[in-house]
């Protein structure tokens, strides 16, 4: 039979047990993030540059066979190459089902600057609450998302 003492003693090691495992399993989860999102195009380096032009990403890195270009703040970046047996390239999707979003200020003049170097818009609304969304395609067919959002999901 437990006595009060030994029960606290078990339910203290227990609970020690318990916060040792959890702050475990947090600190194994915390240092994941995005790195880079790799993008099969014709020209790498005229897509790369475009996104410089057009956009405001930067490239950070280069060789022969691929360039990575991240947005200002170094979150996120694309790696783009291109490799001549791929038989479906990112091009090819359907928007609805595949497109990579960009977060913006301004979505109105982001959008423009993007036109103005030959991207499509492929539709434009407001969402139900209140974020301005551009769905468009870069020159190449690339699908992309243009997003001003009322309140940051990140």
């Known amino acids: 039979m437990l006595n009060k003492s030994r029960m606290a003693s078990l339910l203290g090691g227990f609970l020690l047990l318990f916060t040792l495992f959890s702050s475990f399993t947090v600190s194994a989860y915390a240092s994941i993030r995005f790195e880079h ?4 195009v014709e020209n790498p380096k005229a897509v790369a540059d475009w996104y410089v032009k057009y956009m405001g990403l930067t490239i950070i890195s ?6 990575f270009v991240g947005d200002p703040d170094h979150h996120c970046m694309f790696e783009l190459y291109k490799k ?5 390239r990112f091009s090819n ?3 609805d089902s595949s497109h990579v979003a960009f977060a913006t200020d301004d979505a109105a003049g982001l959008s423009k600057s993007m036109v103005e170097g030959g991207a499509k818009v492929l539709k434009q609304f407001t969402n139900p609450v209140g974020d301005i969304v ?7 067919g690339n699908n992309l998302q243009i997003i ?3 309140k940051s999901k990140l």
């Open 37 to 40: 999102i790799a993008i099969d």
């Open 134 to 140: 551009i769905n468009m395609t870069d020159p190449w």
């Open 93 to 95: 999707l359907s928007h």
């Open 62 to 67: 280069e060789s022969k066979k691929m360039i």
């Open 84 to 88: 001549p047996d791929v038989k479906v």
């Open 148 to 150: 001003q959002r009322v």
